[in-house]
Nanobody
Framework: VQLQASGGGLVQAGGSLRLSCAASGRTFSTYPMGWFRQAPGKEREFVAVINWSGGTTYYAESVKGRFTISRDNAKNTAYLRMNSLKPEDTAVYYC???????????????WGQGTQVTVSS
């Protein structure tokens, strides 16, 4: 399984970005997809997860109401729309997917390479 994250960049506080995660190597539509982030000097943290159909999502409290996870199974791609960005959202963002189909995942086995998001104040 290969995951390729993209879409990061530099944005001012209050701005928006959309991250993409292109997947290959297995049937994309069967598995959950998640987003995580890691800020400098901090541990990696969960951001959001979406089930196989896109009908169920969960978010970290810190991003709820501002971020939206979605997926397009026809394009084998997951997305993270980030609105009202804050400087504390600055981090490397990773997409990930588990080996299992169960939802929500208890662990993630495959990771993308990460994409940098920097929010200036």
């Amino acid at each position: 399984v290969q995951l390729q994250a993209s879409g990061g960049g530099l944005v001012q506080a209050g701005g928006s970005l959309r991250l993409s995660c292109a997947a290959s190597g297995r049937t994309f539509s069967t598995y959950p997809m998640g987003w995580f982030r890691q800020a400098p000097g901090k541990e990696r943290e969960f951001v959001a997860v979406i089930n196989w159909s896109g009908g169920t999502t969960y978010y970290a409290e810190s991003v709820k109401g501002r971020f939206t996870i979605s997926r397009d199974n026809a394009k084998n791609t997951a997305y993270l729309r980030m609105n009202s960005l804050k400087p504390e959202d600055t981090a490397v963002y990773y997409c990930a997917t588990p080996r299992s189909v169960y939802f929500p995942p208890t662990e993630y086995d495959y990771w993308g390479q990460g994409t940098q998001v920097t929010v200036s104040s």
